[in-house]
C-alpha cells in the first residue's frame, strides 16, 4: 500500500480500505483466478477521459513504486500510471475536474488528416465503449471494403478512412483479434502501442503459495511488533504484495534475490530459528516479509540473463 496516500484518508474511506487489504491478505488479490470479483481494469487508452483529472491508478491508495513503473497490492493486473480499476480509492484533493477539461480538449482530440500512419494503434467509440486496435491500411481517395461485412467507409484527404485490425484484452494480456472494422480519421484517437503492453505483462511470475505463506506470516509478526525499530516500509510493502499472490515483474524478482544474497547472514543469528530464544528475530521476519526460503528458493530458480 502507499503510505504517502493512505495517510491521506480517513473515516469510512480508511475503514473502507482496510477491509479491502485484510480480504487480499486473507483470500489473496482481487481478479486473480480464485477471485469472484470483478476489478475491471482500464489501460490508459481505456481511461483516457479520466486520467487527465487525477482519476487513475498512480493516486490510488493500493499503487507501489516497482522499477520503472508501478504495482497494484489489491489487484490482480499488470497496471499503468494511467489505468484505472473499479475498485480504485483515492483521496480527496487528487481529483481535479476543472484542468480536466482543458488536459481532455489537448490530450483525446480525434486525429486530424495527417496524425495517423499505417502501424499506429487507435481508439474509437463502440456500442461496448472504447475499442482498441491498429491502423491497417488508410485511403485518402476511394472507398474501402471492410472484409467479412458489407460495410464500406470513403476515405477523402479531409477525413482519410482506415482499415483497423481490433485488439482485445485477455487474461494473458494484448492481442490482435480476426475482427477488422473501418472508421474515418475524425472518430479516431492515437494510443501508445498495445505491443509494448504485451510485452510488459509477458515477464510476469507468480508467486508460489509457500512465499505468499512465509509473507502473511510476516504481516502478522508485524502487526505484533516483532518486527523491531528498523524495520522499513519497503519490507512492509514487500510482504504485502508477496502475500496477495499474483504475480510479480522481473525486476521484482531481481529485487529479492538481492535481498536474500545480502541478508543470508541474518539466518545465523539467534532467534531465526523457532525453538530459539527471541524468536522470531526482527532478521527473521524481515526475512519471511521477503518472501522467507520459500522466496530465495523460488528467485534462485528463475533465470534472468
Known sequence: MNEELYAQIEGDEKALVDAMASIVAEYGKFGSPTSNVYI???????????????????NCVFHVPEGDGIACTLIDAQIQENGLCRLSMIPPGLVN??????????????????DLKTGDFVSWNSSGGRSQGQIQRIVRDGTINVPNSSFTIEGTEENPAALIVVWQRGSDGWAATDTKVGHRFSTLRKIASLKEAVLVEAERYKVPQGVQSAARRALKWISEGKAGDGFTSVGRRRAAQL????????DTVARMRSYFARHAVDKNAEGFSAGEKGYPSPGRVAWDAWGGDAGRTWVNGIKLD
Do not use: F, H, T, W
Open 40 to 58: 475491471d481494469y482500464q489501460s490508459p487508452a481505456e481511461n483516457a477521459d479520466n486520467y487527465p483529472i487525477g482519476v487513475k491508478c498512480g
Open 97 to 114: 475536474a476543472r484542468e480536466a477539461y482543458k488536459q481532455l480538449a489537448l490530450s483525446v482530440k480525434e486525429a486530424g488528416p495527417n
Open 243 to 250: 502475500a496477495a499472490g499474483g504475480s510479480v515483474s522481473r
